[in-house]
């Protein structure tokens, strides 16, 4: 929410990609999940869907014998997915424009060396079972996180918190709104979010910007008719 980072930049962050002390951090790769047979994953995916959506209503119609052979069949579906192995992989960014340096705020600076400590601390308590792989974010013995793990865990944070659903990457939309309705430049915004264009960010947040344009016309309507009213009633000096 802070920095506009993609989740494959965030769960992507060596620690020597963080400099705490000069509050700066640069992006310069993602992780991502990725690899088997690409085609037969599709079509196992999309069976997975449409298995998943007639046990939906096979559970309404209370239909018992269905939904036993609806189960089966997902499971044998979920397990041929599972036998076409994704691995993870440490991959560039996406454009030379996403290889940035951001300055970090004091509170997300603050964070991280919380963070950091936390980490320190599961790694004592992993012992020899601590995979020493120098992430940012690593699960609790020290190898990659998984972005869908992330995902997981987030929107679980949500709903605990009873906040409404909002995705994941909606978050980097969120740091944008927020540095634009705050006066940020739009080139300093297309920066931090690491667009190869000034064009893609003005026109994912067009909305945004006609917004700040008629709030400009607005405080210049406001300055101007404080200036009439100064020389319509001018003011008068005692002698």
């Known amino acids: 929410m802070a920095l506009g980072l993609r989740i494959g930049e965030v769960v992507g962050l060596y620690w020597d990609d963080v400099d705490l002390d000069a509050a700066t951090l640069r992006v310069q790769r993602q992780l991502q999940r990725y690899g088997g047979d690409p085609v037969a994953r599709r079509s196992l995916r999309a069976d997975r869907k449409r298995l ?4 939906i209503v096979a559970k309404a119609s209370r239909n018992a014998d269905q939904c036993k052979t609806l189960r089966a069949q997902l499971a044998d579906v979920r397990a041929r997915l599972r036998a076409i192995g994704t691995t993870l992989h440490f991959v560039d960014v996406k454009t030379e424009r996403s290889r940035r340096e951001i300055a970090l705020p004091p509170i997300v600076v603050r ?9 320190l601390e ?12 120098n992430l940012v974010f690593a699960t609790p013995i020290g190898t990659p996180l998984e972005p869908r793990s992330l995902k997981r865990e987030y929107d679980a944070l949500l709903a605990s918190s009873g906040l409404p659903t909002i995705r994941f990457q909606d978050l980097r939309h969120t ?18 979010l690491g667009h190869s264009q000034i064009s893609t960010t ?20 406001a300055v101007l008719k404080d200036e009439q009213s100064g020389r319509d009633h001018p003011r008068t000096s005692k002698r």
């Open 202 to 221: 003005a026109n994912v947040y067009s909305h945004i910007l006609s917004e700040m344009k008629k709030d400009a016309a607005d405080k210049m309507d």
């Open 111 to 119: 964070s991280l060396r919380a963070h950091r400590q936390r980490q």
């Open 175 to 192: 740091a944008a709104t927020l540095l634009l309705a705050q006066g940020v430049g739009l080139r300093t915004v297309m920066e931090v």
């Open 122 to 133: 599961e790694r004592l308590r992993a012992g020899g079972s601590w995979t020493e792989n």
């Open 52 to 55: 998943l959506a007639a046990l």
